[in-house]
């Protein structure tokens, strides 16, 4: 499994865009990029996912640039709500025996 | 609310004990995922099972075990207690073999005294 590498935490303030970058340089071709966010003592909860360029829901969107090396996390207008943990994961789907490594997420702090 | 479930919510024993914790997967769902998630540790990965057969291990102790019954449902069990045991512990599922998108439950807090 690729490895990523995302910044440990990161603070904003509301109304303004959040960009959090992971790295992932090992990523190989069948490889998907998810990101999770996780609330304190709740369970992680599914952001977006995406394969190569852009994608958008109604929640953030996902750049991946051409090399796929890299991928990054957009959230508009930030509210204190988003204020959460958030796990960049690099997969294969449908790939039997995968082992999925979430490792520490960047704690994003949004603040008044 | 992702649709999967986990009993008990919380769950305090003493060291030397075994617990069972339950989870059941969104309608549908043929993968269970177990994650541990403790202060210092983040999220690890235990196990998973897919339509009842072990399909990826990670992290997990000897003395933790898990099965998926021909319901969907799952069970992990940790014996042997110790301290250090004392963690969320977090039940996804997904409605294919791995790297989907997994939907989580609410978690199982354990303490162990």
């Known amino acids: 499994l690729a490895k990523t590498t995302q910044p440990i935490s990161m603070d904003s303030y509301e109304g303004q865009e959040v960009n959090i970058t992971c790295s992932h340089n090992n990523i190989a071709t069948n490889d998907y990029i998810t990101w999770y966010q996780q609330f304190p003592s709740q369970g992680p909860r599914f952001i977006i996912q995406g394969y190569k360029t852009k994608v958008t829901n109604e929640v953030a969107s996902l750049f991946i640039p051409a090399d796929r090396k890299s991928s990054t996390l957009s959230l508009p207008r930030v509210s204190l709500s988003d204020t959460a943990v958030y796990y960049c994961l690099v997969a294969p789907r449908d790939q039997a025996g995968t082992a999925l490594i979430f490792g520490k997420g960047t704690t994003l702090s949004v603040s008044s | 609310d992702s649709g999967v479930t986990q009993t008990p919510k919380h769950l305090i024993t003493a060291t030397g004990q075994r617990v069972t914790l339950r989870c059941s997967p969104r309608?549908?769902?043929?993968?269970v995922y177990w994650y541990q998630q403790s202060l210092d540790q983040g999220l690890q990965f235990l196990i998973q099972?897919?339509?009842?057969?072990?399909?990826a291990k990670g992290n997990i102790l000897e003395r933790f075990s898990a099965q998926q019954f021909p319901d969907l449902h799952s069970e992990l069990n940790l014996s042997s207690l110790e301290l250090g045991d004392s963690a969320l512990y977090f039940c996804?599922?997904?409605?294919?073999?791995?790297?989907?998108?997994?939907?989580f439950g609410p978690g199982t807090r354990l303490l162990v005294l």
């Open positions: 996804a599922s997904s409605d294919r073999t791995g790297g989907e998108t997994q939907y």
């Open positions: 309608s549908g769902d043929l993968s």
């Open positions: 099972y897919y339509n009842g057969e072990e399909r």
